[in-house]
Nanobody, 122 residues
């Protein structure tokens, strides 16, 4: 059974930083694509960033320059470093993944975590 578990959410003031983690058994596969999403109250789920086995990343324009994803594959962990946080970043953040040869523009991830809440106050 594939496991995807997020952690690291919390409350922070505007301008602050948080680092989210995602522990997943998908890292045991030779080819995978991992991603971060978020969903704010009353809004649709938003894709933020993807990273492939080889470390190639793609990022949404809305968070480019502020959010950075990285991986410690040997530790089975994905990270999302979030800097210069704004109240508009308040949302539940989800980790997702799948066993793919490449991320490309795919967004149909089959494995999801339950999410972690991030709250940014002004």
């Amino acid at each position: 059974e594939v496991q995807v578990v997020e952690s690291g959410g919390g409350s922070v003031q505007a301008g602050g930083s948080l680092r989210l983690s995602c522990a997943s058994s998908l890292f045991t596969y030779q080819r995978y694509c991992m991603a971060w999403y978020r969903q704010a109250p009353g809004q649709e789920r938003e894709w933020l960033t993807s990273i492939h086995t080889d470390g190639t990343t793609t990022n949404a324009q809305s968070v480019k320059g502020r959010f950075t994803t990285s991986q410690a594959a040997g530790e089975g962990t994905l990270f999302l470093q979030m800097d210069s946080l704004e109240p508009e970043d308040t949302a539940i953040y989800y980790c997702a993944g799948d066993i793919w040869d490449a991320c490309g523009s795919r967004r149909d991830f089959g494995y999801w975590g339950r999410g972690t809440q991030v709250t940014v106050s002004s």
